[in-house]
């Protein structure tokens, strides 16, 4: 599968990487407005690893369909797609560098204790934790491995992390490999895509251009608007709504803030 099909005319509510951070998840999800019928939730990606409670935040996450009126998309982000990667080549060099963050997901599915200071799995743990078949649930692997790539309605294309191209020449993402929509960190595709409007994740958006070790809010150039805010990693999550490009923040503080995007 790599596309769900759109929804009616509504409004659309983006919400980006959530990387295991429940206490994000829940009081961004309550801040929101009622979401009507026609109205559509699409979630970006990157729903495990380096947060806490990557376990609560799929559970979450998969009950959500049947709270809530409107639509509901999940994508693929490429935390998801490394994962299943792993289980089904054999090969755990997704899972070994600590900042990927994936020992905080294995604690959390495993029912474990966080992991100590600089993520590492204790000894006694460490074969299982190298396949994470052997502490993914079954049902939340065939969730997974169900997540569509891209998503496109009357707003937006929505992507995990970009498009296949490069300079200003980008293919929509019925031709953009899967490496490209899960992966993708071009420059030029920040600073060169021209195309329909474009929400994305994966890149910080303290990361994309200009540069700023400080950013936390929502980035936007023409028609592209980056949304991974750094929650998992003590920043904020971030819900865009269009088309009013009303941002909704969760931070870690326990506020919610809501502000216009440019």
């Known amino acids: 599968m790599t596309m769900a099909p759109a929804a009616a005319v509504g409004r659309t509510f983006v919400i980006g990487d959530i990387h295991g951070d429940r206490a994000l998840l829940e009081p961004l999800l309550a801040a929101l407005p009622f979401i009507a019928p026609d109205d559509t939730l699409v979630f970006l990606g990157d729903y495990v690893d380096r947060g806490p409670d990557s376990r609560g935040v799929v559970e979450i996450l998969r009950r959500l369909p049947e709270k809530t009126v ?21 090969d755990a060099s997704f899972v070994m560098p600590p900042g990927n963050g994936v020992a905080a997901s294995f604690h959390s599915f495993a029912d474990l204790a966080p992991p100590v200071a600089g993520g590492l799995v204790a000894a006694e743990h460490f074969e299982r934790y190298l396949d994470p078949s052997q502490w993914l649930p079954p049902p939340v692997v065939s969730w997974m491995r169900d997540l569509p790539l891209w998503y496109r309605d009357h707003h937006a ?3 995990h992390a970009g498009l296949e191209g490069e300079g200003t ?11 490209s929509l899960l992966w993708q960190r071009e420059p030029d595709f920040f600073v060169g895509y021209g195309g329909p409007p474009l929400v994305f994740g994966h890149t910080a958006t ?19 608007v980056g949304i991974d805010t750094g929650a ?6 971030t819900c865009l709504e269009l088309p009013s490009r009303t941002v ?15």
């Open 232 to 237: 998992g990693k003590g920043g904020p999550l």
């Open 70 to 90: 409107g639509k509901v998309v999940f994508l693929r982000g490429n935390h998801e797609d490394a994962l299943l990667r792993t289980i089904d080549d054999k």
């Open 157 to 159: 294309v929505y992507v």
């Open 169 to 179: 020449v980008w293919n929509p993402p019925e031709t953009s490999t899967a490496k």
């Open 206 to 224: 303290s990361d994309l251009p200009p540069e700023d070790p400080s950013r936390t809010t929502a980035w936007t150039r023409g028609p592209l």
């Open 248 to 262: 909704y923040q969760a931070f870690p503080d326990g506020s919610v803030t809501t502000t216009a995007l440019a």
